[in-house]
């Protein structure tokens, strides 16, 4: 992987990217260290935030075929885009409700009419630019029905942020193998270990153990 795929965030947990703009809520999550798989975050200074916002802003621009705005992160803006990522997380894993206490005020966009669309443009600079281009395409995605699909996976070590394209829309892990299954296995496991063990005989029929009533 070079620099430019670590910078990529939902990329380099060879995840496909939410439709849209809704791209750059997601590359927000997935810029959270993940020590389980070695992973830094992408937020932790100046000059690594700097790159993790010019690819995912790439990315906005390829999937909107919009020009990107230029917004220069300055010495706060790590801390503030971490407290940004903390507060979209909760939109994603409790049940938050009312007033967004820490949404941007104002949020600050220009709104143009072109060609029978209206269209913003994020204005300002650092994270609050960045906090105004994640709260409009958030809102616009909850509009569409595209933000309801995008998930953090249900494994508390990993909370990878996934676009969910199955057909239901059930998905609960980013991937089934390294989450999905070892999740599962854990919890079978601690079922086990906290009720009574069933005394266990093979079935004649298939050789497999099954569970004897007392
Ligand atoms: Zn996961």
């Not at 995605?141 to 057909?167: E, I, M, Q, V, W």
Request: hydrophobic share 35%.
């Amino acid at each position: 992987m070079n620099s430019d795929e670590i910078a990529q965030s939902t990329r380099r947990l060879k995840l496909e990217a939410a439709p849209g703009g809704l791209c750059v809520v997601q590359d927000l999550l997935n810029s959270a260290s993940m020590p389980a798989a070695s992973i830094p975050d992408l937020l932790s200074d100046e000059t690594s935030a700097q790159d993790w916002l010019a690819a995912s802003l790439r990315t906005w621009q390829e999937q909107t075929g919009r020009t990107a705005p230029h917004i220069t992160i300055g010495g706060d803006d790590p801390a503030a885009l971490r407290d940004l990522r903390g507060l979209v997380r909760r939109w994603f894993t409790e049940d938050v409700d009312g007033v967004d206490e820490h949404a941007p005020r104002p949020l600050e966009a220009a709104i143009t009419y072109r060609d029978g669309r209206l269209t913003y443009e994020p204005r300002g600079d650092g994270a609050a630019a960045v906090a105004s281009l994640v709260h409009l395409e958030a809102l616009l995605a909850s509009h569409t029905g595209t933000l309801s699909r995008l998930k953090t996976c249900r494994n508390p070590d990993c909370g990878a942020a996934f676009y969910d394209r199955s057909r239901n829309g059930t998905r609960v892990w980013h991937d089934m193998k390294t989450c999905g299954n070892a999740l599962n296995l854990r919890a079978s496991r601690a079922r086990r270990r906290h009720s009574p063990e069933p005394e266990a005989h093979p079935s004649p029929q298939t050789g497999e153990a099954v569970e004897v009533s007392p």
